[in-house]
């Protein structure tokens, strides 16, 4: 997930490249009605059922973002967002995939603490005010918290009568998310059926309970997309991931996407990569496809 190494590597790329689009330039530049429009390639919304949910966990009651088709029933995903939590970019990303079919739950995975958005709509990683308010709650989750969430908000897609249950569920993450992917199918192997880690940090770790580690109880196919300056700063990552999907004789595509920073698949990230986030969108759709099918 996000650190200091990753501020430091995203401030020399901003200084090379000068012409990223900053979060402040993204909600200026782009009104309410319009934002979905600014992703490339992504099919209009119009139609679409969304609404704000409250989800009761054994914790507390979780505010998520829920959406899918207006018609029929379709597999369920599960969206874990990144380290600035629920927010109108992840929203963005939810009504992309209802569009492609799909019945999409966006998670606040910091409810404990406080209901989303936690941070202004322009907020960035890198300003030193939204890192003391999102890291202490990042760093108030665990492993335990991820698999007790992970059963509540399956459970809660399951009853919901656009989601066709007899279709396994997917689930992607993003930065701190990602991990939370192979949590979710590691502790629900029987529902969900394919995980996609986008810029995913601590995949692999020297713990007990590192999530590579759990990938022996998973049965579900994964997209690891990683960014170079993660891959850079920890090449062995790919190989122990792949080594460990090999043995569990699980389907994983693992790849480092060339020139893109830790954040670049986040509509409004300073860091975004306009071609390389559609190319992980593509192999995206994909895994569903197929695994979800």
Not at 48 to 62: Q, R
Not at 223 to 248: G, M, T, Y
Request: hydrophobic content about 45%.
């Amino acid at each position: 997930m996000c650190d200091e190494n990753t501020l430091a590597e995203d401030a020399k790329f901003l200084a090379a490249s000068g012409t990223t689009l900053t979060r402040r330039q993204f909600a200026a530049t782009t009104g309410a009605a319009t934002i979905f429009a600014w992703l490339p390639g992504a099919a209009h919304a119009a139609g679409l059922i969304e609404s704000e949910v409250s989800i009761k966990t054994p914790d507390g009651v979780a505010d998520a973002f829920y959406v899918h088709p207006p018609e029929g029933t379709h597999a369920g995903v599960l969206i874990w967002p990144d380290v600035l939590g629920l927010r109108d970019a992840y929203r963005l990303v939810g009504r992309r995939l209802a569009s492609a079919g799909y019945a999409v739950l966006v998670v606040n995975p910091y409810y404990r603490s406080a209901t989303a958005p936690v941070v202004p709509a322009d907020a960035s990683f890198q300003d030193e005010a939204t890192r003391a308010v999102v890291l202490p709650m990042a760093r108030s989750l665990t492993p335990a918290t991820n698999v007790i969430d992970a059963e509540a908000f399956v459970g809660w897609l399951d009853d919901q009568d656009a989601v066709d249950t007899s279709r396994k569920i997917g689930t992607t993450g993003y930065c701190m998310g990602g991990p939370m992917t192979m949590r979710t199918a590691a502790a629900l192997p029987g529902r969900v059926g394919a995980g996609a880690s986008f810029h995913g940090g601590r995949l692999v770790t020297d713990d007990l309970d590192s999530p590579h580690r759990l990938i022996p109880v998973m049965n579900a196919q994964f997209l690891i997309a990683v960014a170079a300056n993660d891959d850079e700063r920890d090449p062995v990552v790919k190989s122990v991931l792949a080594q460990a999907f090999e043995a569990a004789e699980l389907s994983a595509e693992i790849e480092v996407y060339e020139g893109a920073m830790h954040g670049w698949c986040t509509p409004g990230s300073r860091v975004y990569n306009e071609v390389q986030a559609e190319k992980a969108w593509g192999r995206l759709r994909v895994l569903f496809d197929d695994a979800l099918a």
